[in-house]
């Protein structure tokens, strides 16, 4: 079945980074856009940051434009989050997301805080 694995996540200072990955099985990951979403407490979940299939076009979200860098590896079935400079507001649950047409999966997220 469809599984998306998200790991990474943790405590760390303002200013300090982090660097997610999501595994992915049970679908053609090569031929799926990939998504890192977050939600915080209270608020609703918003888009990070996206990447196409082939991974030659990513956007971001302007709050983490500069800061954060997408990636994936088709070869591993894997895409990550390069999470720097990290602020208290980036605390959150990060969550990756695989879309293709109707096709939407997700995973079960990873807490990441931002704190000293």
């Known amino acids: 079945q469809v599984q998306l694995v998200e790991s990474g996540g943790g405590l760390v200072q303002p200013g300090g980074s982090l660097r997610l990955s999501c595994a992915a099985s049970g679908f053609t990951f090569s031929t799926y856009a990939m998504s890192w979403y977050r939600q915080a407490p209270g608020k609703e979940r918003e888009l990070v940051a996206t990447?196409?299939?082939?991974?030659?076009?990513?956007n971001y979200a302007d709050s983490v434009k500069g800061r954060f860098t997408i990636t994936r590896d088709n070869a591993k079935n894997t895409v990550y989050l390069q999470m720097n400079s990290l602020k208290p507001e980036d605390t959150a649950v990060y969550y990756c997301n695989a879309k293709r047409f109707v096709h939407d999966y997700w995973g079960q997220g990873t807490q990441v805080t931002v704190s000293s």
């Open positions: 990447i196409t299939k082939t991974g030659g076009t990513t």
